[in-house]
């Protein structure tokens, strides 16, 4: 059932903004979540003949990628899992 379903909209939205927020994850949290991903990232999704793999392993790769410089500016943790051909390089 619905949190305050049974009272009217405008009084369950005046009660919803006190609800308690939701924590936001640690930036351990999120590193530990990165690298999961990055393990069980599909490197060969881009060879699929099933487009909703390939599909998934593109959002997946985008979603690393945005977090890549954030959680592992180094890149170590990405390079010890990606293949040759997804290695990031620095540039001096």
């Given at each position: 059932m619905e949190r305050n379903a049974h009272?009217?909209?405008?009084?369950?939205?005046?009660?919803?903004?006190?609800?308690?927020a939701v924590p936001q994850p640690t930036r351990d949290e999120m590193r530990v979540a990165y690298i999961a991903q990055l393990r069980s990232m599909d490197w060969s999704h881009e060879f699929s003949d099933d487009r909703r793999a390939y599909e998934a392993g593109r959002d997946s790769l985008a979603q690393l990628r945005a977090a890549q410089p954030k959680l592992d500016p180094d890149a170590l943790l990405w390079n010890a899992a990606a293949p040759a051909e997804y290695q990031i390089r620095k540039t001096a």
């Open positions: 009272v009217p909209p405008i009084l369950a939205g005046i009660l919803n903004s006190f609800s308690p």
